[in-house]
Structures are given as C-alpha cells and as structure tokens.
C-alpha cells in the first residue's frame, strides 16, 4: 500500500499540484519550471501507474504491487529533483511543501526534504544561516508533527542542525573579536554593526527556536574565541551575543557555566540584566543559576504568593488602605497583618496587587490634574484602594523597588510625614523626573507574605 501510494502521489504531483502552483509562481515572479520535461515524467509515471494497476487485476492479486521500495524512492526522491533544480529556493520550498503536506508518510518527508536540502547547498546557500535556520525549523516541525523519534528524518534533522550550529558559531565570534574594548557595550547596541549576526540573533530567539540550540552555538563560539581572547576581554563583549536582555542573560550565564572561577566578574553584569529581561518567558532551569543575582525584592516577587511592600523609610511603612478614606496609607508592623497582596505578574517586569484584607487594587488615579491638564503635579495624593487596578511596573534598585506607572511618569513614594493628615499616613505620587532626589522615599522592599493568604 505504502509503494502504491508513493506512485500515485508522484502522479498527483504532477497532476494537479505543478498546474495549480505554476500560476501562483509565475504570478509571484519567479522562474517557470521547465514544463516539458515535466511534461515527460508525468506521462511516464501515468503510464507506469496505469501498467502496474492492469496487472494486478489480471492477475487477480489483491495485495500489494511487487516493487521494489529502493526503486519507488529513487523514481520519486529523481521526480522531486528534476521538479525543483530550474527554481530559485523559495519556490522549490513552496513546491516541496506542497507535495509532503498531502501525506504523513514519513518516507515521502524525508525524500521532499533531502531534495530541499540537496538544493540548498547545490545553491550555496548553507553559508548564509539564515536559510539554514529558516530550513531548521520547518523540519522540526515536520518530525515533531509525524512524532517520528528515529529513522532518516531524523538523521536529516541532525545533519543540518550540526550544520546551523557550525555556521552560525562562526559569524557570531566575529562580535567577540573587536578592534578594541573601549564602548564595546555601544558598538553591540549599534544597530549598524555587526549586522548579519543581528540577523541570526533574531531568529535565534529562545522564544521561536528554544534555548538548547542557541546554547549549542554559544559553546561552539566560546570554544573558539577562547584560543584567541582572554576570558576578561570576552566578558567585556558578551552583550554583543544578544539581541535583548534575556539573550544576553543566557550569553552570561553559559559563560559563567564554563568559567566558574568568573562569578565576581560577571556578578553585577547578570544582576543588571536579570532586572531588565523578561524573566516569565526565561526556561525554568536558568531560574536555578539566576537564584544568587536576584535581589531581594524580585527574588521575592517571584518566588512568593503573596507579599508586603515596605517603605525603606522607616519602620512605619507598611503600605495599605486607609482606615478612614479609601486613599493608601502606611502603618506601622503592628498593621502588617492587613497590609499582604495578592499579585498578578504581567511581561516586563509589571504586576497588579490586591490586598488580601481589603480585597481592593492597589490604584492611581490620573483625573483632575491642575483642572485638565494631563502634567502630573510634583507630587499628589492619588493612590487608592479601588475596585479597579492599576498596572504598576517595577524598576528594581539595589534589594529594593521602585513601583511606576506604564506611562514612566508618576512614582509611588511613602514617608514625607508633611504628607499626612492625623492618624493617616498618606502614600502619594511624585513626577518621574524628581525620582534621584526623592529616591528615599519612593523606594520599597517586597517581602514574603504568603503565611497570610
């Protein structure tokens, strides 16, 4: 069944798929196929289906054709080769998919595909990563679609991974070998440099291809480097190995992996970097090796189920609501039992809180600044306890946190007693522009409040 079915889809084929996808290349552009040739191997194969179909019915026979499965795949893996060899890569690629996706044939894959990848170093294109890696990932998700574990597929998948590896290793040591080190940090975040590595950094991103090959490369292009550079020059340029913070994170930290003898070196450069990268989307195992970089406050923020967040200020500063008006106060540790969160963590480092006690949202109300006008104040009394949230993002300082609204604006800051009213310690907002001058107050430190839920 499987040798028929291999014959009448190399007939299909050419049936109808080259007639169908003639129209959409032309349209697009891009070079004719050459029909005649085409043209002869469909009538052959017709033929031969057409034979062999007549001879089981003389014969009576009602199991498979008797032929020979080498010869099957040859005949087709030829059809595919002579289909494909007159276009450019893109419209081979289009062809080839067109074939494979009409089946779950593992064998029928792997022929399309060994073609495709014939045809991309025929066309010299393995140089350039891009294309192996765009190639890479259409694989994968072919084996990872037909749950196929072993075999020649798979064999495939390797080969070319091995080459994407190689190839891409090469082209990003050449970031690690600059001139010199002066601002090397300005000439990575240059977007005119170093621009074919930027170009496989982006479709390295753990996100889209997963972290164990950009690992695989990184090693490759550590292996390398370091029989030319001293191990302090490539530290000095590890953020050119990444397009964003969470790749230069991992950058850092496979450096420091096989360097154990560099954690003073590379300490504040990973803390640094783990206060700015998107650490929801990081793999679970770097959360081991970031454990002793965390400070505290994220360390808690994410490790905790609940929190309270202090004013550094002084011992007072336990934020929550006030006792009588919905403004936020803060209250001494004798209060702390009513001053937990629940928490909700968003990307880039943004939570929502909910208080535990009061069950309301931790909330800043932008309305009536100076009548209409949208310019916060220098500070204000606007932070609520409401049914309604507000988005806060964290800017961590040292152990501590500073709280923000989205827009960068507006800080929540506790602990100027001129702020206060009776018994009520008001929190308020100051402008983002008075933060280093009023950084005492408007600082906090999360701690682990999640024996209150």
């Not at 052959?44 to 499965?69: E, H, M, S």
């Not at 490369?217 to 953020?239: C, R």
């Not at 960068?408 to 310690?425: F, I, K, T, V």
């Not at 005492?440 to 999360?446: K, V």
Request: aromatic share 10%.
């Amino acid at each position: 069944m499987a040798l028929q079915y291999i014959l009448l889809l190399k007939f299909l084929f050419l049936n109808a798929v080259l007639a169908r996808n003639q129209n959409v290349l032309e349209a697009n552009k891009r070079e004719t196929i050459n029909n005649s040739t085409l043209l002869e191997v469909h009538v052959r194969l017709f033929n031969d289906l057409l034979a062999k179909d007549a001879a089981v019915k003389d014969k009576n026979i009602g199991g498979p054709i008797a032929v020979k499965t080498h010869d099957c795949i040859d005949e087709l893996e030829d059809v595919l080769t002579t289909a494909v060899q007159d276009y450019e890569w893109w419209s081979a690629t289009y062809l080839i998919k067109e074939v494979v996706n009409n089946t779950q044939n593992a064998t029928v894959h792997y022929i399309g595909y060994k073609v495709l990848w014939r045809k991309l170093i025929t066309d010299k294109l393995q140089y350039d990563p891009a294309y192996v890696i765009d190639f890479y990932s259409i694989l994968k998700n072919v084996t990872r679609d037909l749950g196929t574990r072993t075999g020649p597929l798979i064999a495939l998948e390797t080969e070319v991974r091995v080459q994407l590896v190689e190839r891409s290793a090469q082209l990003l040591e050449v970031t690690l070998h600059p001139a010199n080190y002066n601002n090397i940090n300005a000439i990575c975040m240059n977007t005119s440099n170093y621009v074919v590595a930027r170009r496989i950094l982006t479709q390295l991103d753990a996100t889209k291809m997963g972290e164990h090959i950009f690992e695989e490369i990184l090693n490759v292009t550590f292996d390398a480097v370091e029989q030319l550079e001293s191990k302090a020059d490539t530290v000095k340029a590890l953020n050119c190995l990444g397009l964003n913070a969470n790749q230069r994170l991992i950058a850092h930290l496979m450096f420091l992996q096989r360097n154990n003898d560099l954690h003073e070196l590379l300490y504040n450069n990973i803390q640094q970097l783990v206060g700015s990268c998107d650490l929801n989307s990081l793999a679970p195992k770097y959360w081991e090796r970031i454990g002793a970089f965390l400070p505290t406050s994220m360390e808690v923020l994410h490790n905790s189920s609940a929190v309270c967040i202090h004013n550094v200020t002084g011992g007072f500063g336990y934020l929550s609501e006030c006792s009588q008006t919905s403004l936020m106060c803060t209250f001494q540790n004798g209060y702390k039992y009513r001053s937990a969160f629940r928490f909700e963590r968003l990307l880039g480092n943004r939570y929502i809180f909910q208080s535990i006690f009061w069950q309301n949202y931790i909330k800043l109300e932008n309305s009536g600044f100076n009548g209409n006008s949208t310019v916060p104040p220098a500070f204000i009394k606007n932070i609520y306890g409401s049914a309604t949230p507000s988005v806060w993002q964290a800017v961590f300082v040292g152990n501590n946190v500073a709280l923000v609204d989205p827009s960068m604006r507006q800080y929540l800051c506790g602990g100027n007693q001129s702020m206060w009213s009776n018994a009520e310690q008001y929190v308020y907002s100051r402008r983002a522009e008075d933060f280093q001058l009023y950084q005492h107050e408007c600082l906090w430190l999360i701690e682990d409040c999640s024996d209150m839920i």
